[in-house]
Every structure is written in C-alpha cells, then in structure tokens.
T-cell receptor
Framework: GENVEQHPSTLSVQEGDSAVIKCTYSDSASNYFPWYKQELGKGPQLIIDIRSNVGEKKDQRIAVTLNKTAKHFSLHITETQPEDSAVYFCAASGGSYIPTFGRGTSLIVHP | ETGVTQSPTHLIKTRGQQVTLRCSSQSGHNTVSWYQQALGQGPQFIFQYYREEENGRGNFPPRFSGLQFPNYSSELNVNALELDDSALYLC??????????FGPGTRLTVT
C-alpha cells in the first residue's frame, strides 16, 4: 500500500517568514495530492491540492509543488500570519481516491 | 465550514461496550468515508461507502462496521470497544472523484 512520510513534525517561524513542509510517497500510481489544515477541535480542511499532470499550483500565499520522478511534494506558505498556526497534513491517493495521510506538521507562527 | 456534520461531539464509553457515530454528508455528495485519528497522528482510513455499498476498507477489524442510507447520511458502529479505540472519528464526503470534505469529528474516549 501507499506510505506517506511528512517532515518536519514541528515548524516554528516568525510572522512574515515562509514555511515549507515536505512529503514523500511510495506508490508511483498515486495521482492526487491534497493538503489539509487542522485547527484545534476541528476536522481537517482542504486548503490546496495538486494532480499528477501539474508540477505546481498557487493560491494566494499558498503553493504546492510536485516532483513525480522523485515522488515528493511540498507545501509553501509565504508571509505567514499567526492564524496560519495549525497542524498541516499531506496526503496521496490513486485510482481509489482514498488518501493516505502523513503524520502531520505542527506549524507555529510567532507574532 | 463544510456541510458535513457529525454527532455526537464527544462520547465516553466503557471497554466492551458498543457505540454508534453518525454523519450527515454535504448536500449532493454520494460517497462517505470514515477515518480514525489518534492523538498526534494523521487520519487512518476505516472504510468508504458509495450509494449504500461499502467499496473500500482499511486495516480495521470487523467489529468496525458501517451503513450508508438513501439520503447518503452514514453511521459508524464499533462493537466490543477497546481502550485503543479512543480517538477522533472523522467523516468525510465527496461527489465522484472530487475533493473530499471533513466533518468536525466525534471524540470517543474508552475507559
């Protein structure tokens, strides 16, 4: 089955800095890579996703890159704000559309 | 906020008991999935229902079972509760191959 590794487990930045979270996956058949943000006491919220026919996708301060050859994908958050503080999960899925999640990154943005 | 709702919010059960968790899908979504999220971990896939039929299952024992109703709402049933079943249980719904949306979860504590 699919295995998703996510790093780092904790990321602490100053407000205004950039944050990068990296994930690797094992199944070359995976073709859909969503990223979720989970705030305390809430369910995961989809913030951006990318499909395997695209190398990069941006949405305002958030971007995701995908390297299919190396089987890794990354989340980039620019100009971080305190409200970006949360746990972020990457995931990978294939034809079944059932995602395998990474273990999460706790992002802390200091004012 | 997504249109996915879950009940109850919190639940405390004793080892050996049975529990039923409920989920109401976002309008128009015909696929619902259930996940178990242990503290500090990413969500783990339990099973998925499409039009009232189970069409995918993760590595969970048969005492985890479910139902999907004609209105696409769903139940997760867990029999013979064990201490390790303590977790946040998440429901997610989607339409076809589109991205899935999570509910806020039910926090189950087994004592």
């Amino acid at each position: 089955g699919e295995n998703v590794e996510q790093h780092p487990s904790t990321l602490s930045v100053q407000e205004g800095d950039s944050a990068v979270i990296k994930c690797t996956y094992s199944d070359s058949a995976s073709n859909y890579f969503p990223w979720y943000k989970q705030e305390l006491g809430k369910g995961p919220q989809l913030i951006i996703d990318i499909r395997s026919n695209v190398g990069e996708k941006k949405d305002q301060r958030i971007a995701v890159t995908l390297n299919k050859t190396a089987k890794h994908f990354s989340l980039h958050i620019t100009e971080t704000q305190p409200e970006d503080s949360a746990v972020y999960f990457c995931a990978a899925s294939g034809g079944s559309y059932i995602p395998t999640f990474g273990r999460g990154t706790s992002l802390i943005v200091h004012p | 906020e997504t249109g996915v709702t879950q009940s109850p919010t919190h639940l405390i059960k004793t080892r050996g008991q049975q529990v039923t968790l409920r989920c109401s899908s976002q309008s128009g979504h015909n696929t619902v999935s259930w996940y178990q999220q242990a503290l500090g971990q990413g969500p783990q896939f339990i099973f998925q229902y499409y039009r009232e039929e189970e069409n995918g299952r993760g590595n969970f024992p048969p005492r985890f079972s479910g139902l999907q109703f004609p209105n696409y709402s769903s139940e997760l049933n867990v029999n013979a509760l064990e201490l390790d079943d303590s977790a946040l249980y998440l429901c997610a719904s989607r339409e076809g191959t589109d991205e899935q949306y999570f509910g806020p979860g039910t926090r189950l504590t087994v004592t």
